[in-house]
């Protein structure tokens, strides 16, 4: 024997103090029991301080510790110390839990060590206390860390192939606590595909090259769920062999799960975004374009790196800005969701668009606010189309007035001028026969003044009565034509015209009307014809989109190109002096295109014919 160590087992037996210290430094706890008179036990004072009581106060009874000890811990200590009594092989040495005088449990780890008479029959029993109560809670807090992180561990004894899984390990395959694993079974956990595959090719890396994984895998567990997992292996190697793997196991489906849905709603709003008809934009809370997608460019010119550079300050009209910062405002402060407005924009070209404008925001998941998000469409058109449609509806209304006045003042102009004739022609009559020859032309002229004047009257109150309270009809276009024929047969007689027409059409129209504006274009071409030529003159017809199209083509006059357009007024004439007329019968026949909804033109060259063109565009109305 070492001589030191002789002589410290020498000084232990003849000097108390050594042994006091050895036990007061190393123990919690130390106890010595009498098992011929087993009520009787010695406890130090640690015993007793380490579970909050004064050891004065404390008896040596072995009742005095039996009643603070969990009681199935003291059925499991009983057993064992009966095993380790029967059989010295058998060491007593387990964990225990006790009452602490303040009411939590004390860990103590409690060996023993029976003293047994020359027969080998047990008398006594030596006992040590130590205190793990802090190993104990590391351990308890690292289960609970591990349950709520979901994290297990497992093991492979490479050289027994044994598997060993912790209970985490075991409750994230969704086995029983007592299921045995091993490694084909723990591998055919992994997902078929790719999971499986790669974890088998890192198992095989690992045992063949010590190579660690760290991967993010799925299994189906026991109950046929799958799940994401992270599985993390690492090898031990001894002397170019290897002797196990061993890792941890995460269950981290949830966060999987949770990274892949916002991946997916990312690439959802990207794709929304960047291929959205509409313009889009996101604008940082100071104004400027963070993000813009093509349609926005296309919209307003600019390219998507000119538009990061600028704010949406710069596009907006000076006047129309102004009004948008309120409601920005309260959509800040959280007292509207949305901001809609339309706005002018300046185009980069320098013209102006109209801009149908939505404004959101974007908050994260404390409500601060992130940026804006602005959705716009070019409304330019339909901008345009209300504008004309406002103007439009004046001028109908202007003109509406002026049809009544015309009616009023043509209706009222009609009595006093028949008195007026009536008066001349009584003169003339009776009494113009005894008149000298100059009075009597000057009677004259003042009748055909007269006489004319009535024309004009009725021609504008014919004017001012177009469509009135009539409503459309099925109309055979080609019966209509024959009656206009007849109706100017002498006209036609007298100037030898040669008249031919295409096919004519059965069409919805206001047959007075129609038959008044073909009356007017025929009379017009054979009034107007060339001088020593007779007029020939052709109606012709062609389907188009919404209704029909009729062309009456002369081979007259012809009109200036200058004049072509005014010649649809009332009362604008050409050639006043020569051809009689009012200048009523084109503007009564663009009235009645229009009155069909269609247009009346004119297609001229001066000395080389005239064709007038009118549209019927009623096909769509309700009869
Ligand atoms: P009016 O025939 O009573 O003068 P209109 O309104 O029918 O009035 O015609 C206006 C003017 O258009 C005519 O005065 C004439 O100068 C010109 N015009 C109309 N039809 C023809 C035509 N077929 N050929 C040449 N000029 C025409």
Known sequence: MNYLRKELYELIKSDESIFDFIQESSLDGLWYWDLTKPEEEWMNAKFWTTLGYDPNKMPHKAAAWQDIIHPDDLALATENVGKHLADPNYPYDQIVRYRHQQGHTVWIRCRGLAIRDEEGNPVRLLGAHNDVTDEKRREQLLVETNRAARVGAWELDAKTNQVYWSD????????????????????????????????????????????????????????????????????????????????????????????????????????????????????????????????????????????????????????????????????????????????????????????????????????????????????????????????????????????????????????????????????????????????????????????????????LLDYSRLGRDRSLEKVDSNELWTTVLEDLSLKIETSKAQITNDSLPVLLAYPLELKLLLQNLLSNAIKFAQPNQPPRIHLGFKKIGDGWQFSLKDNGIGIPESEQKHIFFIFQRLYRNNIEGTGIGLANCKKIAELHRGDIWVDSKLGKGSTFHFTILTEREQV
């Not at 086995?175 to 997902?191: R, S």
């Not at 189906?220 to 799958?226: D, H, P, Q, W």
């Open 168 to 459: 985490i390990t075991k409750e994230i395959h969704e086995v029983a606590p007592d299921y045995v694993p091993d490694l084909e079974t723990g591998i055919n956990f992994y997902k078929e595909g790719y999971s499986r595959t790669i974890i088998q090719e890192s198992v095989e890396k690992a045992l063949m090259a010590g190579k660690p994984w760290d991967l993010e895998l799925q299994i189906v567990t026991a109950t046929g769920k799958e799940i994401w997992v992270r599985a993390i292996g690492r090898a031990e190697f001894r002397e170019g062999t290897c002797q196990r793997l061993y890792g941890v196991f995460q269950d981290i489906n949830d966060r999987k799960l949770a990274q892949i849905s916002l991946a997916e709603s990312e690439e959802q709003f990207r794709q929304t975004f960047d291929y959205a008809v509409v313009g889009m934009a996101l604008v940082s809370t100071k104004g400027q374009f963070i993000k813009v997608n093509n349609s926005f460019c296309q919209m307003i010119g600019y390219s998507e790196a000119e538009l990061l550079n600028m704010s949406f300050t710069a596009l907006s009209d000076p006047e129309t800005l102004e009004e948008s910062l309120p409601p920005l405002l309260e959509l800040r402060q959280g007292k509207r969701d949305v901001f809609l407005t339309e706005k002018k924009y300046r185009h980069k070209k320098g013209h102006f668009i109209w801009v149908s404008i939505a404004v959101s925001k974007v908050v994260n998941n404390d409500g601060k606010l992130l940026h804006y998000i602005t959705q716009y469409s070019d409304i330019t058109e339909r901008v345009k189309s209300e504008e004309r449609q406002r103007k439009l509806s004046i001028l109908e209304a202007k003109s509406k007035e002026m049809e009544q006045f015309a009616y009023i003042a043509s209706h009222d102009l009609r009595e006093p001028l028949t008195t007026i004739k009536g008066y001349l022609e009584l003169v003339v009559e009776e009494f113009a026969a005894d008149f000298p020859t100059d009075a009597r032309q000057l009677l004259n002229l003042a009748l055909g003044s007269a006489n004319r004047m009535d024309a004009l009257i009725h021609g």
